[in-house]
Each structure stands twice: as C-alpha cells, then as structure tokens.
C-alpha cells in the first residue's frame, strides 16, 4: 500500500494507495471535524484548492448527527459527496480535551458529551464500530493522549493500556471489515504511539506496535505543550524505530515550519487545524511569512493576499475588500481566507514533493525555514 519512491537524508517521498485513491506524500491532510471544513468549504472547494486527503472527527460524528445514520446512508464519503481518501481520528483527542468530564479505564473512557452533558463510554471496540461505520479509508487507534508534562509513571501504564487497546482495535476492524454490509472493506487501521517526550518510553512503544505490521503508525502526543525542540527531538528518537515501508503520521502539527522540519525528519502525513482556525481571525498564511488582514494598511490595498497565487480567493479579490469583510463582520471574510491558507498548505506539501523528486529538499527546507512563520 505504501511506496517509498526516494528519500533525501530522512526525508521520504511516497505514495499511499487507499481505496478512494493515490496519495502523494509528504501531504497535508485538510481537516473537516464534523464532515465539512469551518469556514463555509464544501467538498468541491477542497477539489479546487488541491486537497488530497480530508479528515473527519469519529468522537464529533459519532455525537451528532450519528454514525449509524451515517452508514444508513452510504458512509461518510457518499453523505459529504467527497470522493477521495478520508482519515478519521479515534476520538482520543477528542476525549483529552475533555479532562474535566472523563473517567479512563481498562475497558475504556467514559465521559460526558459536550453538546448535551450526556454520559458517554466509549471503548476501542465502540471507536472501531464508529470508524467502520463511517466507512474512512484510515481508521486511527484508540488510545490516550496524555498532557505533558505528566509523571513518568502515569505515561509509561498508559502507553502499556494504548498498546492493549491497539491489539483490540485491531481484532475489531479485522471482524468489522469482514461483515457483509461493511461501508468500507478496504479499511486500514494506523497504530499510535505515545510516550509524552520520554524518549525510552517512546522508543519501547514504537517497537511493541510497530511488531503488529500495520498498514501505518503516526506519533500521537505531540503539540500538547512541550517546545518545539522538545517535539523535533522525539520525533527523532522515535523515527529511528519506525518501519521504513509504512507511513509516518504526526498527528495535529503544524505551523509551515514545524511541517518543513518534520518533513526533514522521516514524517509523511500531516494535520493540523492552524490553517482554518487562523484564516477565520484574518492571519494568512503567504511565501514570505503571515499577514493579518485586519490591519490598518491594508485599507487600501488592491494586491491580492499574494501574488501569483493560484487559490480562488487571490484569483479575484483584493486585500482591501477582504479586510472590509472582517470588519462588516461577513461570513464571507472567513470562508475566503480558510480557501486561501488551506490552498498555502496544501501548496507546500505540493512544493516539498517537487523539491524532494528534484533532489533540492534540503535547499528548499532552508529556504523558507527562516521565513514562513514570521509576522509581516
């Protein structure tokens, strides 16, 4: 399923074959939590803007309007009418956000909803159940996303409890898969390591899942309050005792930057929120850093967010009526600046494949390093 094509150093560049298609990498995947990306995109604005991959929320879906709703009617490919690859998390995100409503046991977490406060267990069986009903491509694991810093001790039972939920996980989908109204019987699962930023106990994670031969595994708990050479450096330790024939995903990362390095250091997927969130607030991401559309001098101004862009949003409109928009407080404000970041990301995975096919990653990496995540 995955073809490691060439690689530059420890970067990797790849394709990943799913059911609903080829996926290039090193990618960015687009991310739609409830089924549609906030911002007011569709499915076909993620056709224009070069989107590959789109990621769902299993915890989000499976609270409203229901995965069982979502089989019936086709899956979640057919009830948002896109096409191509879909990733959903687990849901153990999701359920970390809620530390204040859990409680985490061997069986799973129960938990309370928080659209209507009510009681929730969910299990790894009961994560599969939900993936499988909504029919994605890749389907993560279960596991705990724990805070750093946490104590060694409570990091090092909860990575032994991941690696008993990923067994089960595993077991499930396989029966899920094999059932004859399966939405999606090519679905894959992707093992999840943990370990906070102890690198031994990172290390002993990435081996014990990585001897269950998964399709692919992604490095969880990151982004969660550690530095970012904290995060550089675990991805290190543990990029080491990945499989070398399977994808690499970090999970919830990142600024263009954190992307470029991580990319320098063996990661083929990405996801982060960043680019949608920050485009709703006017910070737009551009090749010589980010611009906040809000401010005073660009009043006047008729270039487009940036020139030579292919997105939608710089192909007709001016800086100048998009900070009108923020202003007057217009739904339209947002949705043309979530087109245009999403369109930059997606864009920089695209640049970072041609640099690696060209041999040139390392000189574009120094490129723009200094340069994307600085404020103008």
Request: net charge neutral; hydrophobic share 40%.
């Amino acid at each position: 399923m995955f073809k490691l094509i060439k690689t530059e150093g420890r970067a990797r560049r790849g394709t990943f074959t799913t059911p609903h298609g080829e996926i290039q990498t090193p990618v960015f995947m687009n991310v739609g939590t409830q089924a549609a990306i906030k911002g007011a995109l569709s499915a076909e604005d993620l056709e224009a803007i070069g989107c590959q991959v789109e990621l769902s929320n299993t915890y989000h879906l499976h609270v409203r309007p229901g995965d069982a709703l979502i089989k019936k009617l086709g899956g979640l490919h057919k009830f948002m009418t896109w096409n191509g690859p879909i990733l959903t998390d687990s849901g153990g995100f999701q359920i970390f956000s809620l530390a204040g409503l859990r409680k985490i046991s061997e069986e799973g977490v129960r938990f309370a909803s928080h659209v209507d406060g009510r009681r929730i267990f969910m299990s790894p069986e009961d994560s599969m159940r939900i993936q499988a009903n909504l029919g994605s491509d890749i389907a993560m694991a279960f596991d705990e996303c724990v805070k750093i810093p946490s104590p060694r001790a409570y990091v090092e039972a909860s990575c032994d409890r991941t690696y008993r939920w990923l067994v089960r996980c595993r077991d499930a989908l396989d029966k899920m898969k094999a059932e004859p109204d399966a939405v999606n019987p090519g679905q894959v699962l992707f093992g999840i390591n943990q370990g906070a930023t102890f690198h031994d106990l990172r290390i002993r994670h990435m081996r014990q899942i990585a001897e269950l031969d998964l399709p692919g595994y992604a490095i969880g708990g990151l982004a969660v309050g550690e530095t970012a050479a904290e995060m550089y450096d675990t991805i290190e330790a543990v990029e080491a005792h990945m499989p070398q024939d399977k994808p690499r995903y970090l999970m919830g990362v990142g600024t263009p930057v954190n992307i470029l390095e991580s990319v320098a250091r063996g990661v083929d997927f990405f996801d982060c929120v960043m680019p949608a969130r920050n485009g709703r607030h006017g910070h737009l991401f551009t090749w010589s850093g980010i611009i906040n559309i809000n401010n005073e001098k660009y009043r006047e101004d008729t270039r487009p967010i940036e020139e030579d862009c292919g997105c939608p949003t710089c192909k007709r409109y001016t800086r100048a009526y998009l900070r009108h928009l923020f202003k007057a407080e217009e739904m339209l404000a947002m949705r043309l600046s979530v087109l245009h970041n999403l369109y930059f990301y997606n864009a920089l995975a695209e640049k970072i494949r041609k640099a690696l096919d060209e041999g040139v990653f390392e000189a574009f990496k120094k490129q723009y390093v200094e340069v994307l995540d600085k404020r103008v």
